[in-house]
């Protein structure tokens, strides 16, 4: 078992590598449907692998000027204290219930499914906004959209472990369209860091991580996002989303079944 764990976390590793997709919309459902973890497990091992991955991620894009702090802060202020309320609210309720671990199935279900219609629409989304700038935030209007999208995105990572990556980027491209591509990405991890640790902390409260799983994944999928970096240049992006969207309905419907 710890064997497929490892696979598995190369695989996980290489299409985030290739595609830029955060590995909860893939790592989560694939440890639920494939291995039987339970859900709540799954979720606070993937959030606990996330802030490490992540981590490295922030570190790189700082380095390199392309994250917006003003951005970070905006988003940490709805997204941390959404965070807290969550892991408050499964501690409440019982996360390792059978009627909740069903619950997050759903939820999970419903985040794959956002960052399918992230992957599908963002450019024309985009293409949208940019021919329509009379409606594009300003000022306190922008401020305040971007901490209830932060505030949405805490909810949604610490209940299902996804939406800090293509659904955070989503958001981010519609309320700041004058970003750049490496400025989006940059900024999208350095706010999931403080949220995923924040939530993998609410997880091991919880009792919900798995450290053993967790350092397989480790091992796994370090080599796995090094090559899938790489790799992804000789790939079409268009060939590679079509892909992964596929992957991700069918573990949708899989998971909902």
């Known amino acids: 078992m710890t064997l497929s764990f490892v696979v598995s976390g190369f695989a996980v590793g290489l299409l985030v590598g290739m595609t830029g997709v955060g590995g909860g919309s893939l790592m989560t459902p694939l440890l639920t449907l494939m291995f039987g973890v339970s859900p709540s497990i799954a979720v606070g091992t993937d959030l606990a692998f996330a802030s490490l991955t992540k981590g490295v991620g922030t570190f790189t894009?700082?380095?390199?000027?392309?994250?917006r702090w003003p951005i970070v802060r905006r988003l940490c202020i709805g997204a941390l204290p959404a965070a807290v309320l969550a892991s408050l609210a499964l501690k409440k309720f019982g996360v390792l219930d059978k009627e909740i671990g069903q619950l997050i199935r759903y939820v999970i279900a419903v985040s794959v499914m956002l960052t399918v219609?992230?992957?599908?629409?963002?450019?024309k989304m985009l293409a949208?906004?940019?021919?329509?700038?009379q409606y594009q935030l300003q000022g306190g209007a922008l401020t305040a959209a971007t901490i209830a999208s932060g505030a949405l995105l805490g909810t949604l990572v610490t209940i299902s472990s996804i939406g800090a990556g293509a659904i955070g980027a989503t958001l981010l491209v519609m309320l700041y369209p004058r970003l750049t591509a490496a400025e989006v990405a940059g900024t999208d991890i350095a706010y999931a860091v403080p949220l995923t640790a924040i939530a993998a902390v609410g997880h091991w409260w919880l009792g919900s991580i798995?450290?053993?799983l967790l350092l397989t994944l480790l091992v796994g999928s370090v080599p796995g996002i090094t090559l899938g970096a790489y790799a992804a240049r000789a790939v079409p992006e268009r060939v590679l989303r079509g892909l992964l969207a596929f992957t991700l309905v069918s573990v949708a419907a899989k998971l909902i079944s």
């Open 61 to 67: 894009h700082r380095m390199r000027g392309t994250v």
């Open 210 to 212: 798995n450290w053993e």
């Open 117 to 123: 219609v992230a992957l599908l629409f963002k450019r």
């Open 128 to 133: 949208w906004i940019n021919a329509h700038p």
